[in-house]
């Protein structure tokens, strides 16, 4: 089951809720009864670098596919 933080805009208080996906948001706060905001989940993100975005793809300069030494590390190359 997923966790969500909320943080109350009433006081402030930051609590964790355990919520099946087809549960509503909660919306009061469950200690002042105040309107509460969804956080984002820090459980959710864990990108910590690594993976697609260090492989350079997205910088790669624009290629036809294989006329130039960049293109050695091109999908585009790769794939014919
Ligand atoms: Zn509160």
Known sequence: ???YE??????????EARQKFSDAPLSSCRECGGKVEKLISRAGFSLKGGGWY??????????SG???AGCAACPKAANG
Not at 6 to 15: K, M, N, R
Request: hydrophobic content about 25%.
């Open 6 to 15: 909320y943080q109350c805009e009433a006081c402030g208080l930051v609590f």
């Open 54 to 63: 260090d492989q350079g793809y997205t910088n790669a300069p624009s290629c």
């Open 66 to 68: 294989g006329d130039s």
């Open 1 to 3: 089951m997923p966790l």
